[in-house]
């Protein structure tokens, strides 16, 4: 066991609902602990700028059900660079700092994992994204959150969709990752879905559609990842316009409604173990790694891997999504 004095926490890159429940873990795993927490505002930012500050387990009191991170998130460009990641250290130096937090995406955890090299921090990933887009755990604290805010949208545009003789394309967050279009799409109903791991052309899709019977159908919603690689929902629709002229085509942006809100109970146990879990990876003189979920159980994954490669698309959920659309 190491004996760890003092710990940071911060969160950044894209925000995720339940990264204040992480941020609540953690301080107060530290706590539990007898390690002092230090709370960092605005990722990186905050740690080249030194806007550092002592917690206690009051500091967290009443955010474990907000969205958002009430610590601020940041994209920052000086770290990363050398010299950035150099200031960002004295800094830490000076704070006393035996280890670090960092809640936040690849990027963040490619900022972590270079700070530990250069500088020897003991540093720990905790996967917050809504993407679910990471290596290593099955599920990303804010995903199941932006799942069920896509779902009540979608039903909600369903219901005008159905009213009238509309074609719906619906785009959805995921620019290199379909999990958030196919797992929405196969729960609410959707009769096609687009995901950037496919390979579709428009063609392939006017076809399909055709194929399908559904010219003519009473009403239709395609859900498309952000990362689609035919061409997207504005071309979509101008091709679907074109073919099939019974059709009112109209597209919904869902955009950054997804990643607001409450999060759900699920990302709140979520990460309330993944704070205590990067605790007592600290503890357990861990470094560099990330800690996630794999079959229910707490896992760590290096961060160079996390950061790797994605999960795998499930094709047998691939095959659900098309036998349930007939
Ligand atoms: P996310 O963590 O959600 O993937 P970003 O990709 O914006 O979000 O990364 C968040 C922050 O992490 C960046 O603003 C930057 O400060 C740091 N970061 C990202 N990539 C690198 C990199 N290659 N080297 C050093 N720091 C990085």
Same mark, same amino acid.
């Given at each position: 066991?190491?004996? /760890? ?17 992480a941020?609540?873990a953690?301080?107060?795993? !530290? ?6 927490? @230090? #709370? ?30 009430? /610590?601020?998130?940041?994209? !920052?460009?000086?770290? %990363?660079? *050398? ?8 800094? &830490? @130096? ?11 995406? +690849? ?6 994992? /270079? /700070?530990?090299?250069?500088?020897? #921090?003991? !540093? &720990? ?7 679910? +887009? &990471? ?12 799942? $069920? ?6 039903? *909600? &545009? ?6 009238? $003789? ?37 063609? $392939? ?5 055709? *194929? ?16 689609? %690689? ?18 009112? @085509? ?14 759900? !109970?699920?990302?709140?146990v979520l990460a309330s173990r993944l704070g205590v879990a ?5 503890? $357990? ?6 800690v996630?979920v794999?079959?229910?159980?707490v ?5 160079? %891997?996390?950061?790797? *490669? ?13 036998? @349930?659309? #007939?």
């Open positions: 066991m190491t004996q /760890l004095k003092r710990v940071g926490v911060l969160t950044s890159g894209g925000d995720a609902p339940g990264m204040n429940a941020i609540r953690t301080v107060r795993a !530290c706590i539990y602990y007898g390690i002092e927490p @230090v #709370l960092i505002k605005e990722g990186y930012k905050g740690l080249i700028e030194n806007r550092m500050k002592s917690a206690d387990a009051r500091s967290v009191a009443n955010i474990l059900n907000l969205g958002g991170t009430f /610590l601020k998130s940041a994209r !920052c460009q000086e770290f %990363r660079s *050398k010299e950035g990641r150099a200031k960002a250290f004295e800094n &830490i @130096v000076t704070a006393e700092l035996d280890g670090l937090v960092v809640i936040g995406g +690849d990027g963040s955890f490619t900022g972590a994992m /270079l /700070l530990q090299e250069e500088h020897g #921090l003991p !540093c &720990i990933g905790v996967p917050g994204t809504i993407d679910n +887009d &990471i290596y290593g755990t099955d599920y990303t604290i804010g995903y199941d959150t932006a799942l $069920n805010t896509v779902v009540e949208a979608i039903d *909600k &545009i369903r219901d005008t969709a159905s009213s009238h $003789n509309r074609l719906f394309f619906i785009e959805v967050m995921g620019r290199d990752a379909g999990f958030i279009a196919l797992n929405t799409g196969i729960a609410s109903g959707a009769e096609d879905i687009l995901i950037p791991e496919q390979e579709k052309t428009i063609e $392939n899709f006017m076809e399909s559609l055709q *194929k399908s019977g559904r010219g003519g159908k009473s009403s239709s919603i395609i859900v498309v990842a952000e990362g689609d %690689r035919s061409g997207g929902v504005f071309e979509l629709s101008r091709a679907v316009e074109e073919n099939f002229p019974e059709y009112e @085509v109209k597209v919904t942006v869902l955009g950054h409604i997804q990643r607001g809100g409450k999060p759900t !109970c699920f990302d709140r990067a605790v007592e990876a600290l503890k $357990n003189g861990d470094s560099g790694i990330m996630g794999r079959d229910q159980q896992v760590k994954t290096p961060l160079d %891997r996390a950061i790797s *490669k994605h999960n795998q698309i499930d094709n047998h959920l691939m095959k659900v999504a098309q036998i @349930v659309s #007939l």
